[in-house]
């Protein structure tokens, strides 16, 4: 018996010398932004992982937006990982198609013999519950989890609810995320500003040289009447307003629309439009505003009142 016992415990002890430390990163990665990389590189170093794997999803659950096309996210993310060890791309869940659930990768890429990380956000963290599966996820794997700049996640709370509910714990790593965003990269690259501070530079030029984030009439529009100081502006606005709209369940396109031709008349002499009459008594720095509104319907045909009444008031 004392001869087994021992055999069973060098068994054990090789076993956990051999066992390999793999882990998933998923996402949209539209596009890949430097926080992913970031992320990513401290992930490998902090986990002691033998490999990364950075999994682009096909279709969100969670995003109703359609992303750009899956050969065009997966060429950015290898562009952006290829001088870096332990970190591969994985095309898993795009050659999958469908909706991409995370119980469904998790369970592809278990292995008995391997320990399997999944690595999230804090604001992940908290809609986790709500996700497919949740138990199934959490039997293959670890969840490892990033704190974010200007989210705050209850950890302990968090870690309470996994214990009463899953009877599991997750690992809460050092590194924290700093306010970057995909929307703002396409953003920008849809207003022609550079990107390239935001991404990975070979990531920036793929996304210039195929024309992948084109501006609509709407923005070649403003484009077309505001300098670039006023259009680094609007973008951001632009970019703020898609947030503000996520956490009060707006319409996004919507919600963008107005953002983008906010300030559409910032530099356009009202004189010069046939059949704009100015209200009496509106001081000058509100005038673009009343302007803005009258060209957005009468020259750019958007007939929604909301969308015309944001831009006549924006200022006042």
């Known amino acids: 018996k004392i001869i087994l016992i021992k055999i069973d415990f060098i068994y054990k002890m090789c076993n956990n010398i051999t066992m390999k430390k793999i882990a998933i990163l998923g996402g949209t990665f539209n596009p890949i932004h430097n926080e992913h990389i970031e992320l990513c590189k401290s992930a490998v170093k902090e986990l002691a992982l033998d490999?990364?794997?950075?999994?682009?999803?096909?279709?969100?659950?969670?995003?109703?937006?359609?992303?750009?096309?899956?050969?065009?996210r997966l060429n950015m993310?290898?562009?952006?990982?290829?001088?870096?060890?332990?970190?591969?791309?994985?095309?898993?869940e795009i050659e999958k198609q469908g909706k991409s659930y995370t119980y469904q990768t998790v369970e592809h890429f278990y292995n008995k013999d391997n320990r399997l990380y999944f690595i999230m956000?804090?604001?992940?963290?908290?809609?986790?519950?709500?996700?497919?599966?949740?138990?199934?996820?959490?039997?293959?794997?670890t969840i490892a989890v990033f704190d974010r700049q200007n989210f705050y996640t209850d950890f302990e709370k968090e870690r309470e609810y996994f214990k009463a509910t899953f009877n599991k714990d997750f690992?809460?790593?050092?590194?924290?995320?700093?306010?970057?965003?995909?929307?703002?990269?396409?953003?920008?690259?849809?207003?022609?500003?550079?990107?390239?501070?935001?991404?990975?530079?070979?990531?920036a030029k793929y996304i210039a040289d195929n024309n992948l984030y084109e501006p609509d009439v709407y923005q070649q529009f403003v484009i077309n009447h505001l300098p670039e100081k006023r259009l680094k502006h609007t973008a951001n606005v632009v970019v703020?307003?898609?947030k503000r709209a996520k956490e009060l369940g707006l319409d996004s396109q919507k919600v963008e629309l107005t953002a983008t031709l906010h300030d559409l008349a910032k530099y356009i002499d009202y004189r010069a439009i046939s059949g704009f009459n100015l209200p009496q008594g509106?001081?000058?720095?509100?005038?673009?505003?009343?302007?803005?509104?009258?060209?957005?319907?009468?020259?750019?045909?958007?007939?929604?009142?909301?969308?015309?009444?944001?831009?006549?008031?924006?200022?006042?």
């Open 171 to 203: 690992i809460k790593l050092n590194y924290v995320g700093k306010d970057a965003s995909s929307t703002k990269i396409r953003t920008y690259a849809k207003f022609g500003l550079d990107i390239s501070h935001l991404t990975d530079k070979s990531v």
């Open 121 to 141: 956000g804090g604001d992940m963290l908290v809609d986790f519950k709500t996700w497919r599966y949740p138990e199934r996820i959490l039997d293959k794997c």
């Open 51 to 72: 490999m990364l794997y950075v999994m682009p999803t096909y279709i969100s659950p969670h995003k109703t937006l359609a992303p750009a096309s899956a050969t065009d």
């Open 282 to 316: 509106v001081p000058n720095p509100v005038v673009h505003a009343f302007l803005g509104a009258y060209i957005a319907q009468n020259f750019l045909k958007i007939d929604d009142e909301e969308i015309i009444d944001a831009i006549r008031y924006h200022t006042s």
């Open 77 to 92: 993310l290898k562009l952006a990982f290829k001088d870096t060890d332990k970190i591969e791309v994985s095309d898993f």
């Open 240 to 242: 703020c307003a898609l």
